[in-house]
């Protein structure tokens, strides 16, 4: 069997498969064909990967001779007729790429999408939002304190006293609460909201200030994820987020509901009420955002502030979001690849059926028969 490990498009610098993954499918009889430079920017050249037995390919080669194709995001229409009966594994957000789930179901291709596998503990090692999600977190922390002109830390001088900045994180989920972290280690005050109580105590483990707005719905319908409110609490909560905005230097933002667009949480009246210079970083920028004004991969200056829409913070730091994804595919691998290094399928496990988005020339999710774009 053949696995191609593509080369991702311009704006990404990560890479689906690091040469440490590669040598353990090697050693189960896997052939490994990897485009060429498709790790350079991952800081894995070609040489790493034929030094572990893979071998090197110009692109369109692997796409006619892979059985499963590794990519992180979609592949171009164009590539898709040469492709015959493949595997496609990758994050493909299918909720929203839904018309595309439908081609690749018309072009006969099986696609497990790892961003639908479902949130539970045996999937945790295979888990590539969280992987990716704790990258971000860290990344928006180290990101807002280059661009703040001011100190993270309270610092004492000969010419006086500096008080640490504040710093408001909405929504712990993985991102957010690797952002309290890392927040603290660089000396902010945090004070975080999300909608679930039971974050709290981890969010305070942190050394995060947990602030809870009362009459929440009950989080455990979301399945790990953060559910629609009702219009009485997001009133509440908009409130609460303004007033502890206004003395805020810094806020990340990181609410996503699956299938959705992310939830606007903070209007342009609460920019406006802060600080001059202050920095705003909305993870969710890419399904819409979390503020009034973000543009995803664009930096928007809103009366002296800066809104940073930026979803793809883990490509700034491509060998460990690398190799964190990679291993969380290769957990996935092994559970279709068979010992013997053949493809074998069952999808009778959970997992498999979860994520499996396209089968047989058919959309396997049900959701994806419901939504705007279906065929």
């Not at 509901?257 to 920019?271: C, F, N, Q, Y």
Request: glycine letters at 8%; hydrophobic letters at 45%.
């Amino acid at each position: 069997m053949i696995i191609g490990v593509l080369k991702e498009p311009a704006f990404e610098n990560r890479v689906s498969m690091l040469p440490d993954s590669v040598t353990a499918l090697i050693k189960k009889g896997v052939e490994l064909r990897v485009e060429r430079d498709a790790g350079l920017n991952a800081a894995a050249p070609n040489d790493s990967y034929t030094a572990v037995g893979a071998t090197i390919h110009p692109r369109q080669e692997i796409l006619r001779a892979a059985n499963i194709l590794l990519s992180i995001h979609p592949l171009p229409d164009e590539e898709i007729p040469f492709l015959h009966d493949t595997v496609l594994v990758g994050v493909y957000q299918p909720l929203f790429n839904t018309a595309l789930m439908h081609t690749w179901a018309e072009a006969n291709l099986t696609t497990f999408s790892l961003d639908m596998l479902p949130r539970t503990t045996r999937a945790q090692a295979m888990d590539v939002l969280s992987s990716q999600a704790n990258i971000a977190g860290y990344k928006a922390a180290v990101l807002a304190a280059n661009l703040l002109p001011r100190y993270f830390p309270m610092l004492m001088t000969a010419a006086g006293s500096i008080p640490p900045a504040r710093v408001l994180i909405l929504g712990a989920g993985v991102a957010g609460l690797q952002a309290i972290a890392t927040s603290r280690r660089l000396g902010a005050v945090v004070e975080v909201f999300d909608t679930r109580p039971a974050v709290r105590e981890e969010v305070m483990s942190l050394g995060g200030k947990f602030i809870e707005v009362e009459g929440a719905a009950n989080a455990a319908n979301g399945k790990g994820y953060a559910v629609e409110q009702s219009a009485a609490f997001l009133e509440k909560q908009r409130q609460k987020i303004a007033d502890t905005m206004a003395k805020a230097d810094v806020v990340i933002t990181t609410a996503q509901i699956p299938g959705k667009k992310a939830p606007v949480l903070v209007s342009t009246d609460m920019i406006s009420g802060m600080k001059p210079g202050s920095i705003i970083i909305d993870l969710a920028a890419s399904t819409g955002g979390n503020t009034a004004v973000t543009e995803n991969n664009k930096t928007i200056d809103y009366q002296g502030i800066k809104i940073i829409g930026q979803s793809n913070l883990p490509s700034e730091m491509p060998f460990d979001a690398s190799r964190l994804y990679g291993k969380n595919v290769l957990n996935f691998l092994s559970l279709i690849i068979g010992k013997d290094g053949t493809l074998s399928v069952d999808f009778a496990d959970d997992l498999i059926r979860g994520c499996c988005i396209t089968n047989g020339g058919l959309v396997k999710q049900e959701r994806l028969n419901t939504l705007p774009g279906q065929k």
